[in-house]
């Protein structure tokens, strides 16, 4: 990535670290956009930036994301896992940095996997899944001490694709997916592919995981090696004196 770029529709790869990042929302400020959060009753609007994040590995990588957005008056929208097996949102130094990341100016929503409770070829009553969605909402709202009301869904069932619930707001709604273009960099894609082949949409909605950003571009397998590392040591220091 060309650190001096001007245009984000420009962009042939992208190297996935900090400055880098930094780099592109200067460019979409640049070229006129603005980014705001997800409100059901306000569709965004011309040259708006629907700007989420999904944190699947590392709080802290989403903090040193918020602070760099904060730096420059971005404002997101940061996804938080109720039941992960890398980092238990619960503990108190991650509570500390989930509050942290809402003071910075950024709102808080759930990052709700279906899978924790349903089979993947499974399509549950939208009662049930309301039910599972309020008791996660909870749990989150009462941490960051805020009401909390908008849900991404990690590795969305298609049943959730372009689907509106009453009980909160789904950031995969036809007002935020299909309404508006919808741009990820799930995989570390953007490193070997161009993130915005077709130009830049008059709005839309864009994903991006804290976890895959790190001060050096670290490549996807090795992050996803240290962080199965890192579970498989926290099982067995827990297990190994139960002999």
Known sequence: MTESVADPAELTTVEYRLDSYETLLRSFQAAGYEF??????????SQEI??????????GRALAMAERERALGVQSTYCVLCCSPVYTLTRPQNVR????????GHD??????????WAADDQPNPDSVAAKVADELEIVSRLVGETVST?????PPNWVLDHTFESFTNTYAPPFFSEVDYVSDSGQK??????????LADSFQLLVHPGLWHTDHQPMADI????RSHAHQLVDSYFDPLG
């Open 224 to 227: 996803v090696e240290n962080h």
């Open 190 to 199: 953007w490193h070997a592919t161009e993130p915005f082949p077709d130009g």
């Open 108 to 117: 808080i929503a759930l990052h709700f996997d279906t899978h924790t409770y």
């Open 50 to 59: 629907l700007l989420r994040h999904d944190i699947d590995l590392s709080l």
């Open 36 to 45: 705001r959060g997800f409100d059901p009753d306000d569709p965004p609007d």
């Open 151 to 155: 849900v991404s869904f990690h590795i």
């Open 97 to 104: 940095t989930l509050q942290r990341i809402s003071d910075l």
